[in-house]
């Protein structure tokens, strides 16, 4: 067993219910090795990629290992594809785990396990790679969802930063009706509001429901003819982020294309600023996409590609 160096701050993938598992049981793991409370500073991947890493010593978990991160003293607790090599890091890397399973697996070699923290980490393993044939598949999605609904520094906040109160919390009944009420008529209604941006990538509306479950839904079922599916939202600073979705690793490239990362499967990007709105978006990214293409708004695009709109 590797000693541990003791970290100034643990950084973790704000968006996810990987982010928050992992993040917290490192923190929980630095309290065993060292008798304090490390600071968790969580992100999204623009603030991420932007902030200055400074530190002598930390521990990262569940973003993507670049060159930058490769530090002496650091530790880095991954899944995510990298074409990186480390040389001066520890790093911890398995693109078949969840970065909350390669957490959990360094807290069990130094003595942190419980029976909930064995429960909580199962479901955000099979959440996070979307393991389907599971018998606690949709539980898992439940407990993801749980993020998403409320946000990272929410839902921390409402459990004091322990993670066993995550098991069974009562927030999970909201979620649970939420998803039987809203996913049909969500996926009804995205299913007929899909517009074509290349002859690979759709992107898909959404009104209600877990836009994540209707998004495989519709590629497993292969209703919309395309290989990818994205779906969008604006942040409160009116920039717009794009989730990216495939079966068959056709994702990850169109992400890349936007300098964005992820999995294979799931990936996402931020695009530019100038970029305001979800119309302006799809433009944006077929002329990127497609440079010999006219521009045209989600009209000009259903026009230019009425074969490709499902409706």
């Not at 393993?125 to 898992?140: C, G, K, M, S």
């Not at 839904?217 to 979705?245: C, H």
Request: charged share 25%; aromatic share 6%; net charge negative.
């Amino acid at each position: 067993m590797q000693s541990l160096p003791k970290p100034e701050r643990i950084f973790t993938h704000e968006s996810d219910l990987d982010g928050l598992v992992s993040g917290l049981l490192l923190q929980k793991l630095a309290l065993k090795e060292f008798g304090e409370e490390i600071e968790v500073e969580p992100h999204h991947y623009p603030s991420w990629k932007m902030r200055s890493l400074n530190e002598r010593c930390a521990w990262v978990c569940d973003f993507s290992f670049e060159k930058r991160m490769d530090r002496p003293g650091w530790l880095i607790l991954d899944h995510h594809t990298t074409e990186v090599q480390a040389t001066e890091c520890r790093l911890v890397h398995d693109l078949e785990k969840s970065a909350s399973q390669l957490c959990y697996e360094l807290c069990n070699e130094h003595g942190v396990r419980s029976e909930k923290l064995d429960r909580l980490v199962h479901l955000s393993n099979v959440a996070d790679l979307y393991l389907e044939t599971d018998p606690d598949f949709q539980l898992a999605i439940d407990y993801a969802n749980l993020v998403k609904t409320y946000g990272f520094r929410n839902l921390r906040a409402i459990i004091g930063g322990d993670l066993e109160q995550l098991i069974d919390h009562p927030l999970l009944e909201v979620i649970q009706t939420k998803r039987r009420v809203e996913d049909p008529m969500g996926f009804e209604w995205s299913r007929q509001h899909v517009h074509g941006v290349t002859r690979d990538l759709g992107v898909m509306e959404t009104a209600v429901g877990d836009s994540n479950s209707i998004v495989h839904r519709l590629l497993e079922e292969g209703v919309t003819g395309f290989k990818v599916l994205a779906t969008m939202y604006q942040k409160a600073n009116r920039q717009v982020m794009v989730s990216f979705r495939s079966l068959n690793g056709e994702a990850l490239p169109i992400a890349r294309e936007f300098h964005g990362g992820g999995h294979a499967n799931a990936c996402g990007a931020t695009l530019p600023k100038s970029v305001n709105s979800v119309d302006e978006a799809i433009v944006y990214m077929r002329e990127h996409l497609e440079p010999q293409a006219a521009p045209g708004g989600i009209a000009g695009l259903e026009d230019a590609l009425s074969g490709l709109k499902v409706g």
